[in-house]
């Protein structure tokens, strides 16, 4: 059992469920991610939680290159395996009640881009790496270009450039980095070793920040997201926000840090900076938006802004918070936007202003909102609160004023969603509202399996802990024997 | 050597065949033809080449991998043109025949040994193209790219000899052999005169591959041919165009890169902004490619910039590449210019509703022009940037990576045009060997993608 199973199967049923009818197809698809989900619990029981890589394929590729089709598991990768395929059969789920046109190509764009994803989570060849970053990039915009709203085609080409562009520019520095290793290897552990002095790591560091930087996104490189956010089909959004923005968190964790530790150390903190300045200001834009689904593409902004502000305060806490956060993000975020894709779609708006009531006509639809926002601000036994406790320790540990500007984030966000929770579902119902009808068997299990995923992730983190431990220790101790190198 | 005797003869064939009103055996026979002239240059392969008729040709590898590539580029070009010239007169014999003796030059151009076959192959295709240019005798566009072609190609070819005579004057002899030992032996005194003929030569040549600022003629020539002589021209042309300069510079001139790389440097840089710049502003698909071609010298001027061994790949690599992206976008565009009767972007609207299978080829075409993984182009592009960065020219390919995301603009204008553009259209009918044809490229698109090693690393 290698890797390459999880890679090649969402490939193959994308293929397949292009055979399907569009009626059919969901169906196929669900089916599909669910065997994936499968395969990565199966690989998961077979996981042992030290700091290897395992069910490793290595295999040659290009080999005038030194490029090697080289990708494996360890407990960073494993964790967002999990969240890859988790979210994914559930974004699918949660796409039951729309009927798009052309489904089946809906389908397979959705499980071509998981096989993306999937390679950039577990791909250990720079090259590898690459293309799985880009082949996630050609579905999704499809998915939003065809099925997403009034200004999608605008919006959706800004988008595409803003990510090509940095991935262009990271392109160039794994090329760079390859030139530069003793045996001319793509191979990531290569990579570590090449050896630059810190003014060229400092370049590097800027290829690879870039393309990070605009994919998570990081402010000031964000202005694609919010109008992509809200002009892509629900799905879109999903994968896009629960997915997607973590190949940048992913990235920065094995490929941008390990790589250019010199370079990092540098801009360190700019980069923690850029990180709080995104919270505080995505936070009080979400303060004012009318529009649902914007607000919470502003949150994103804002959570994701901590993650990174954690991750770069490079600790163990910090990444292990980051990993944790990243899972719980990503499942928070998915629910935020089924919620909104729900009202949008019995209402007709996402305008807050419009809406109020709801609680007392949709019970079932209230508790599990209620539960993904407490989720969304980080209360205690949530799956929010452990990530952003250990990412804000994180902080705390490398600048007692950084952490205290980050930790704004957590109360911002109560406030935002709070008030968005109570102008949407208490109150007074009025016409429009009064005839929402509560949540449907799908849309149950959907919001069920999220809320139990909150809860339970926030009762027992260990259990997620436990997996990238190992892996996360080794990694900031390697890097942290650079830093301690460079200085003698 | 058979190949191109081959080739020569074929054309003689086929002008009997005209002679004798056996239209319909034109195409098979140039096809069966070709086929044999591919099967004896792959029968090349690995044989340990000398030179021949007295250092004139040399068929080695290199020569083999070019004229595979143009003989197969051709063939589908041909495969295209079932019932296109007959469109444009009765004398169809001629153009395939044309076509043939252009090609025969072609295959000149990549195995020369000598200057003077050099100018001799790029003469015989450069001759057949201006014939070819102006292959619409009654269309003014078609006369007025013909007649541009011919006084710039004249003129390019005057430079080019020029420059010949110069190295000849000074090194002793047309020999590629000859140049390269007076090259190295005289490293700190050669004349003046030799550096002259060098500029003179790359002027000539980036005439002939249409790299900025000698690519006025381009785009008026592109534009007023007709569409299929305008694949040939911006396929295999440029493919061997770029070969010759290659052999040529890494044959000879490789030991004074110090002296011609900033012209060149020069050169490449204003070929892709121009290129793409340009692009940019085009309303008219055909007029697009032809700037976007200009660009693509650009990147394949990066192989010679970045002179090494590891250059010839490069070349055949992203040539490859792009002869088969180029053959899918004209084929496309020859069909939705018969329906529509437009070359503009909006003739692509809502082509994907109409015709899912050409609007997915013409998508596969222009993902791979625009350099994105999993396609041919964007192994070239791989392959360019490495080249160029394993000899530190960092600026260049940053200079590239921003070309490459201006180019993304107007490529995608094409998918966005036949995606999300809704128009009732009715369907474009594709006749099979087209299907074949743009099936064939873009299936192949995707395999060099996935797995360039099928291609790469063979010379």
């Known amino acids: ?488 | 050597m058979t190949t191109l005797i081959i080739i020569s003869v074929l054309p003689i064939v086929l002008l009997y065949l005209g002679l004798y009103k056996a239209q319909k055996a034109l195409l098979p026979v140039t096809l069966i033809g070709l086929l044999a002239a591919l099967v004896t240059a792959v029968m090349q392969w690995n044989s340990n080449a000398q030179p021949i008729y007295h250092g004139m040709m040399l068929f080695n590898n290199f020569s083999v991998a070019f004229s595979v590539v143009s003989i197969i580029s051709t063939m589908l070009i041909l495969l295209l043109s079932k019932g296109y010239f007959e469109k444009i007169s009765k004398h169809v014999a001629e153009y395939y025949a044309i076509i043939l003796f252009s090609l025969a030059g072609i295959i000149v151009m990549v195995s020369y040994h000598n200057l003077t076959m050099l100018f001799i192959g790029i003469e015989i295709m450069s001759v057949s193209l201006y014939i070819l240019a102006g292959i619409r005798k009654n269309d003014f566009a078609s006369n007025e790219a013909a007649l541009k072609y011919f006084l710039m190609g004249a003129f390019s070819t005057g430079f080019l000899l020029f420059g010949i005579t110069l190295i000849y004057g000074s090194a002793g002899s047309f020999d590629l052999d000859a140049i390269r030992d007076f090259v190295v032996t005289y490293p700190r005194n050669i004349d003046p005169i030799f550096y002259i003929g060098v500029l003179l030569i790359i002027v000539g040549l980036c005439f002939k591959v249409g790299a900025a600022p000698f690519h006025f003629w381009t785009p008026d020539v592109y534009e007023g041919a007709p569409s299929l002589i305008t694949a040939f021209m911006s396929t295999v042309v440029k493919t061997a165009g770029f070969a010759a300069f290659l052999r040529l510079f890494s044959a000879c001139f490789i030991t004074i890169a110090d002296f011609w790389t900033p012209v060149l440097l020069a050169v490449t840089v204003l070929t892709l902004f121009i290129g793409n710049i340009t692009a940019l502003y085009q309303q008219n698909f055909k007029r697009m490619l032809a700037f976007s071609s200009i660009s693509h010298a650009g990147y394949l001027l990066f192989a010679i910039v970045a002179l090494g061994a590891a250059s010839a790949n490069s070349v055949f690599v992203y040539a490859t590449a792009y002869s088969i992206a180029s053959i899918i976008a004209f084929g496309a565009l020859i069909l939705v210019r018969q329906q529509t009767g437009s070359d503009n972007f909006e003739g692509f609207n809502g082509l994907a509703k109409s015709n899912p299978f050409l609007a997915f080829v013409i998508t596969i075409s222009m993902l791979s022009l625009a350099g994105i993984p999993l396609t041919a182009g964007f192994i070239g592009k791989f392959y360019m940037f490495s080249g160029a960065l394993s000899q530190y020219k960092v600026w260049l390919v940053i200079i590239a990576v921003v070309n490459a995301i201006i180019s993304i603009f107007y490529y995608f204008r094409v998918i966005i045009a036949m995606y999300f553009r809704d128009e009732e259209r009715a369907v474009v009918i594709v006749p099979a060997y087209y299907k074949f044809v743009l099936g064939f490229s873009a299936l192949a698109t995707i395999i060099i993608g996935i797995y360039p090693s099928f291609i790469s690393g063979l010379i």
């Open chain 1, 1 to 488: 059992m290698t890797v390459s199973i999880l890679l090649f199967l969402p490939i193959l049923a994308a293929l397949l469920v292009l055979l399907f009818k569009n009626e059919t197809a969901k169906h196929a698809a669900l089916f599909f991610a669910v065997a994936e989900l499968g395969i990565a619990l199966y690989f998961l029981s077979g996981f042992v939680p030290d700091a290897s890589f395992q069910y490793v394929i290595d295999l040659p590729w290009i080999q005038d290159f030194g490029i090697y089709f080289n990708a494996g598991i360890d407990g960073i990768s494993m964790v967002m395996v999990l969240l890859t395929t988790i979210l994914v059969p559930l974004i699918i789920l949660s796409t039951y009640q729309h009927t798009y046109k052309n489904a089946r190509a809906f389908y397979a764009l959705i499980l071509f881009m998981q096989a993306g994803l999937l390679t950039v989570f577990t791909a250990l060849d720079g090259f590898l790496f690459y293309v799985g970053w880009e082949a996630a990039l050609i579905p999704i915009y499809f998915i939003c270009a065809l099925w997403g709203g009034q200004n999608r085609i605008r919006v959706t080409i800004k988008f595409f450039i803003y990510t090509f562009a940095g991935s262009l520019f990271m392109l160039v520095g794994i090329i760079y980095l390859y030139l530069q290793t003793p045996g001319k290897l793509y191979d990531l552990h290569e990579f570590y070793n090449a050896g630059l002095d810190a003014a060229h790591q400092s370049w590097v560091f800027w290829a690879f920040f870039l393309a990070f930087a605009i994919k998570m996104p990081l402010f000031p490189f964000h202005t694609w997201q919010p109008d992509t956010y809200t002009e892509a089909p629900a799905a879109g959004t999903m994968l896009l926000s629960g997915i997607m923005l973590k190949m940048g968190i992913y990235g920065v964790i094995r490929w941008l840090i390990p790589n250019a530790p010199l370079g990092f150390l540098q801009w360190q903190n700019l980069a923690i900076i850029l990180s709080t300045i995104g919270i505080i200001y995505a936070s009080l834009i979400a303060f004012n938006q009318k529009d649902g689904k914007r607000l919470v593409a502003y949150s994103s902004i804002a959570h994701v802004g901590l993650i990174s502000a954690g991750i770069f305060a490079w600790s163990v806490q910090g990444v292990q918070g980051a990993m944790i956060q990243m899972l719980s993000h990503g499942i928070n975020v998915v629910g935020m936007f089924f919620i909104w894709d729900i009202i949008s779609r019995r209402l007709n708006t996402r305008e807050i202003s419009q809406l109020g009531g709801i609680a007392k006509v949709a019970p079932n639809f209230s508790i599990a909102f209620l539960i993904i926002v407490l989720g969304t601000v980080a209360l205690p036994l949530t799956n929010g609160f452990v990530g952003e406790f250990l990412l804000l320790k994180g902080v705390f540990s490398y600048n007692i004023w950084f952490a205290a500007v980050a930790g704004l984030t957590i109360i911002f966000g109560a406030v935002y969603m709070l008030r968005m929770y109570k102008n949407v579902m208490q109150g007074e119902t009025n016409q429009l509202t009064a005839i929402f009808a509560d949540i449907t068997a799908s849309e149950k299990l959907v919001l069920g399996i999220i809320c139990v995923l909150i809860i339970g992730i926030g009762v027992y983190p260990q259990a997620i802990l436990h997996i990238s431990e190992a892996s996360v220790v080794k990694l900031v101790r390697s890097v942290n024997q650079n830093f301690a190198n460079s200085k003698f």
